[in-house]
């Protein structure tokens, strides 16, 4: 039982450069997220989705690309990568947004820490 | 803007010792707060609260809502070592699917 996962675990890149960051699970859920999680920030959502082919903003979503053509994949993009990118991404899923605690729990993958040099 | 502040930032504490970690928060349509607790890997689930006045329980670790005043309690009773860790309150909002993430409190408790 993989549950959720995400790759690459580490990441250095430059400046400019393309990124994509990988998240899969296994359970089916609904909806997945991505947050980035800086000192002094706690976690902040960047976007989310609620099925394959529906994705939404969340509070920093400048820079960044998303896609859900499945419902166990949800890669983030880093267009073209800044310094001010430089973080810890996790990505979590859950069943759905509401109804309950099994509904609405948040299962977060191990995340990937990324440098932008 | 909705916003979700915890205090205090940090704690450090002795095993044995018991510790409130706070979460007061702001938003529109409250629909339901949310506890994490995060070692050096990604934040597992705690507790799920909706409805104020009701504690959650899980072993020492219990926790309760006040929706009049805005916040909600964590308690750890009997503190272990293993109970060191960031604590992360989350409070999500009706009609929409986000999260709003406080900053978290670090809890170190010395053997």
């Known amino acids: 039982d993989a549950g959720i996962t995400q790759s690459p675990r580490y990441k250095i890149t430059e400046t400019g450069r393309q990124v994509t960051l990988m998240c899969h699970q296994t359970?089916?859920?609904?909806?997945m997220f991505w947050y980035r999680q800086d000192l002094g920030h706690g976690l902040r959502l960047i976007y989310y989705?609620?099925?394959?082919?529906?994705?939404d903003k969340g509070e920093v979503p400048d820079g960044y690309v998303v896609s859900r053509s499945k419902t166990e994949n949800f890669p983030l993009t880093l267009e073209s990568a800044t310094r001010s990118q430089t973080s810890v991404y996790f990505c979590?899923?859950?069943?759905?947004?509401?109804?309950?605690?099994?509904?609405?729990?948040?299962?977060f993958g191990p995340g990937t820490r990324l440098l932008v040099l | 803007e909705d916003k979700v502040v915890q205090s205090p930032l940090s704690l450090v504490v002795h095993e044995g010792d018991t510790v409130t970690l706070n979460c007061s928060y702001e938003v529109t349509n409250f629909r339901s707060l949310l506890w994490y607790k995060q070692e050096k890997k990604a934040p597992t689930f705690l507790f799920m609260l909706?409805?104020?006045?009701i504690e959650k329980k899980s072993g020492r670790l219990s926790s309760i809502l006040d929706k009049k005043e805005l916040f909600s309690i964590l308690n750890i009773t009997a503190t272990q070592t293993g109970d060191s860790a960031v604590y992360l309150c989350a409070v999500s909002t009706s009609g929409t699917y986000k999260y709003i993430f406080g900053t978290g409190t670090r809890l170190k408790v010395l053997a």
């Open positions: 359970w089916s859920h609904s909806y």
């Open positions: 909706t409805s104020s006045g």
């Open positions: 989705s609620a099925a394959a082919d529906i994705t």
């Open positions: 979590a899923s859950s069943l759905l947004a509401g109804g309950g605690v099994r509904q609405e729990t948040q299962y």
